[in-house]
C-alpha cells in the first residue's frame, strides 16, 4: 500500500511548505499529495486555498496576487510561530526538493477560465524538470484531466471524488484516468472490488483515525493519505 502525506504531513507541520514536505521525507512516506494553482502572473504555486485568510490572515485571493507578492507572505505562524520562515513555493522548487525521494500527487485546483493554460503549463514543468513519471495527477475538474491526458498519455492520471451519483467506472472511463480518489467514506468492499476489476487503482483521503485506517487497507485500497505518518 502507497503511503501517501497529505500536502506533506499537515498533521505535525504546516501544509504545503518545505518543512511539511522534509517530514514527509524523514518519516519514510512514499507521495504526498500537494495542490497547485495559477498567480496573477501565471506561474503554478502549491497551495491550497483560493484566499489567504485561513492560513494567513490576508483576505486576498491567490489569482490576484503576482508571485513576487505571495513570496512575501508568512504560511507557516498560523500552525505555529516556529514556522514563520515558511513560505509558498512554485511546483518546480518542490519538484526539485523532492526528487529522488517522493512521488507526488498534484492536485488541480478547479479554474474553469484558465483549466487550459495550467495543464498545458503543468505539462511542460514536468517535461523539462524530467517528472513526469514521479507524479498522479488528480482534480475535481473531470475535464481537465481528460485534456492533460490528451497531452500526455502515459503520465497518471486520476479523478477525484467526494461522493458518487454515477457509476465510478463510467466517471474514470470519461475522463480516460488511470484510476478514482474517492474520499475514504464512499469506499465500500464493492467499491474496491468494482475499481480492481477493472484494472484502476483507488487511492483515498483523508484518513485521521486509526479504526478507519485500518477498514480501508483491510479493504485493499492502493494507497491512503493522512495527516500523520503515525497510521503508517
Known sequence: MIKIGHR?????????????FIKAIEYGLDMVELDIQLTKDRELIVFHDYNLQRIAGIDRRVEDMTLKELKEVDVGSFFDIKFSDQRILTLEEVIRLLRGNLKINIEIKINRKEARFISDKLIAILDREDFQDQVIISSFDHKMIKYI????????????????????????????????????????????????????????????????????????????MS????FF
Open 227 to 230: 495527516d500523520y505518518p503515525y
Open 149 to 224: 491526458k490528451s497531452l500526455s498519455p502515459t503520465i497518471k492520471t486520476v479523478i477525484l471524488v467526494s461522493s458518487l451519483t454515477i457509476k465510478p467506472i463510467e466517471l474514470i472511463n470519461s475522463a480516460a484516468a488511470d484510476g478514482i480518489h474517492p474520499h475514504h467514506l464512499v469506499i465500500t468492499e464493492n467499491f474496491v472490488r468494482e475499481i480492481k476489476k477493472k484494472g484502476f487503482f483507488i487511492n483515498t483521503w483523508t484518513v485521521n483515525d486509526k479504526q478507519e485506517f485500518k477498514r480501508l487497507s483491510e479493504l485493499g485500497v492502493d494507497g491512503i
Open 8 to 20: 506533506g504531513l499537515a498533521g505535525i507541520a504546516p501544509e504545503n511548505t518545505k518543512i511539511s
